[in-house]
């Protein structure tokens, strides 16, 4: 079973960046496919990008298209969230989960606890 503990979060101004880091161990992360997360008090938790095994194919929420990048150095067990042009909305624990494409789409099992990342106006 992989671990995963994500860092990078912190207190940013409206237009800032942050690079979030999903380190992994227990297993090796390049077995698994890899999904952001982000979830605000009092909200359901939403998508917001994830990435093949490969590094190869990404897919992102239409809310952080163009402003956040997924990346990720398997040499290193670690997959990257790079946001940019950061907006208050924003605001939320981001959290990092490994899962597998299944027959019903992208089935993520094991996260980590999170990291905040808080934008102010």
């Known amino acids: 079973q992989v671990q995963l503990v994500e860092s990078g979060g912190g207190l940013v101004q409206a237009g800032g960046s942050l690079r979030l880091s999903c380190a992994a161990s227990?297993?090796?992360?390049?077995?698994?496919?890899v999904g952001w997360f982000r979830q605000a008090p009092g909200k359901e938790r939403e998508f917001v990008a994830r990435i093949t095994r490969s590094g190869t194919v990404t897919h992102y929420a239409d809310s952080v298209k163009g402003r956040f990048t997924i990346s990720r150095d398997n040499a290193k067990n670690t997959v990257y969230l790079q946001t940019n042009s950061l907006k208050p909305e924003d605001t939320a624990v981001y959290s990092c989960a490994a899962g597998s494409l299944t027959i019903h789409g992208y089935e993520f099992d094991s996260w980590g606890q999170g990291t905040q990342v808080t934008v102010s106006s």
């Open positions: 227990g297993r090796t992360l390049s077995s698994s496919a």
